[in-house]
């Protein structure tokens, strides 16, 4: 009777494992219905890329590939940046994948190779929610004079700030056993990019101590499967993202399908050419240029806009301040110029401060019919402030001078 009732109990344990799997699945494959059903466009995957979601609040940079940013005015709304506010980055077309088949490789230097699917990799690792601005490195890229710069013509709006949920990319590793000598995590997406001949995944890498570091206590870097609390849309990534605090846009891969622990850094075009700040476009540069990690200190005035007519006497001045990408590193100030520089106002934090993280900040000040511009610029706990102005360079990469609004008066 006892053997019978411990079967029995074995069986029924398997069965609940197997109902829970199938639940985990089928929470996948319904989050990616809706999220089709959201997004699905006349004309075929061919048009896939020639609108936005019909949610989405932003300003379309590029169509193929689909690339756009939101208006800086709803970026001084929410500490949160809504999904639908926040900045898309594509280097192809939008890849469309079903939740319940999609798999995750791990292999490289590890004692485990193994592929899960995002189901499986939610129900065997801890969960991790963590708060991190992403911005792309070619944020305020229109900003930048000097000769013609190739890329999306990005204004100050390919910055936002998420709440990413999922399981803590060290977790991972460490369950596959990272072997000596492995110094580099290389990354690649599901996407496909094409460039004259050649087709290939976008990707990249990050350094081993980055993929395990942490802060106060908890791990950092996240494979995400939720934004917000929402599961990912198929723009930022769905069913899986990496998410890099700290570091640029393009280290946080987006439909994540091959992690590859190496002792060197990722051959990935947009590791190995891409993402470099150089200051002319040859191979001989390139080659020399070390990739990008860590974002810059930034800043931008995104209340009022250029577009606003304003009154002389109180104005509300409102926009975002992000602290350089390293770690440990927060905002200290927010200041705000209305004469070009020559004093500065100290702005209100209005938002918590935190690594990794932006914060929203507000200052009063007063105008006359012969306030020409308005300024800002921040200070972060490193001691880094923003520079006066920017160098040019080939890619038009971290663009951080102090922001400027021309004012329009009524």
């Not at 990616?32 to 949610?55: C, F, M, Q, T």
Request: glycine letters at 8%; charged letters at 20%.
């Amino acid at each position: 009777m006892h053997s019978r009732t411990v079967a029995m109990s074995a069986a029924g344990s398997r069965r609940a494992l197997c109902s829970r799997r199938r639940f985990l699945q089928s929470v996948c494959a319904g989050g990616l219905a809706l999220e089709l059903a959201a997004r699905r466009l006349p004309g075929g995957d061919d048009g896939a890329d020639k609108a936005l979601p019909a949610s989405a609040r932003l300003v379309v940079r590029s169509e193929k590939p689909l690339n756009a940013e939101p208006a800086l005015e709803e970026l001084a709304r929410d500490w949160l940046t809504p999904v639908e506010s926040f900045y898309i980055r594509n280097h192809g077309p939008t890849p469309r994948f079903d939740g319940a088949s999609f798999r995750l490789a791990v292999e490289g230097l590890v004692d485990r190779q193994f592929e899960l699917s995002v189901a499986e990799l939610v129900e065997r690792f801890p969960a991790l929610r963590t708060t991190a601005t992403l911005t792309c490195a070619g944020n305020r890229r229109s900003e930048f004079s000097g000769p013609k710069i190739s890329g999306v013509a990005w204004g100050a709006g390919a910055i936002g700030n998420a709440e990413w949920s999922g399981v803590a990319l060290a977790a991972v590793l460490r369950h596959a056993g990272v072997q000596s000598g492995a110094k580099h995590v290389w990354f690649e997406g599901g996407d496909e990019i094409s460039d004259k001949a050649e087709t290939y995944p976008f990707g990249g890498s990050i350094p081993m101590e980055k993929a395990l570091a942490e802060s106060d206590g908890r791990p950092t870097c996240v494979l995400a499967t939720k934004m917000n609390g929402k599961p990912l849309t198929a723009e930022h990534g769905f069913p899986l993202r990496g998410v890099v605090p700290g570091y640029i846009g393009a280290r946080s891969v987006k439909w994540l399908r091959k992690i590859v622990v190496s002792d060197r850094p990722s051959p990935n075009h947009y590791l190995a050419q891409a993402y470099k700040v150089i200051d002319e476009e040859t191979p001989a540069a390139l080659e020399a240029a070390a990739p990008l990690y860590e974002y810059a200190i930034n800043s931008a005035i995104a209340v009022p806009s250029a577009e606003t007519a304003v009154s002389p006497g109180r104005l509300k001045v409102q926009g975002y301040a992000l602290p350089a990408g390293a770690a440990g590193c927060t905002l200290k100030r927010v200041e705000v110029s209305i004469d070009g520089g020559e004093r500065w106002i100290a702005a209100r934090i209005v938002s918590p401060v935190r690594d990794f993280s932006w914060a929203l900040w507000s200052a009063d000040v007063t105008v006359t019919e012969k306030t020409e511009t308005l300024i800002v610029r921040a200070v972060d706990s490193s001691g880094q402030t923003q520079p006066r102005e920017m160098p040019w360079n080939a890619k038009g990469y971290q663009y951080n001078a102090w922001h400027q609004v021309q004012l329009k008066h009524n």
